[in-house]
């Protein structure tokens, strides 16, 4: 009975401490990341454990009213690729294009901000927006924060500036 009593013992004490380690061990260990993964780049454009961010996407439209040609709209458009490039410069705006018009979508921004209502200041100093060219739609988005080097990688392959 002794023997038997022992041994039940010892399997079970056995199992609990493995039991303990096991759930020691994934409480306290986690899966190593991938070759390749780096932590300073990812922690630097604000990636998530996923390599990912949260952005504001602004869809730019056609207002109905638009500037006619001439010295007035000429400016405003140059203010707008100006504004595009301050902000490009500062982080702001990481992504930016025309669109083909269907529907009225003439463009795109996507922004590094804390929000639509944020976006929503920046793109009002736009001289499309604020001169009634265009108005602006904004969703939220969630994406790579790899986003965030396009501007430096479109330098580097840009023979000629907008």
């Known amino acids: 009975m002794k023997r038997w009593w022992s041994m039940t013992m010892a399997a079970g004490l056995a199992c609990v401490t493995a039991g303990a380690w096991a759930q020691d061990t994934a409480v306290t ?6 070759p390749g993964y780096d932590a300073a780049l990812a922690q630097q454009l604000g990636a ?3 390599g990912m961010r949260s952005y504001v996407l602004v869809i730019l439209k056609s207002s109905g009213t638009p500037v006619p040609a001439g010295d007035r709209r000429d400016a405003m ?8 490039q301050r902000l ?8 930016a294009g025309p669109l ?30 604020s001169e009634g060219e265009m108005v602006a ?8 924060a790899a986003l965030m ?3 430096d990688l ?3 392959l840009a023979r000629k500036a907008l």
């Open 29 to 34: 260990t986690e899966a190593a990341p991938p």
């Open 48 to 50: 998530d454990d996923y």
């Open 77 to 84: 458009f140059r203010g707008h690729f100006a504004n595009m």
């Open 88 to 95: 490009a410069k500062a982080g702001t705006l990481v992504l």
């Open 100 to 129: 083909d018009g269907v529907d009225g979508w003439r463009g795109l921004f996507v922004l590094a901000v804390d929000g639509v209502e944020a976006a929503k200041a920046i793109v009002a100093t736009d001289p499309v927006i």
């Open 137 to 144: 739609e904004y969703h939220s988005y969630y994406g790579s």
């Open 149 to 151: 080097t396009v501007n």
């Open 154 to 156: 479109h330098g580097k």
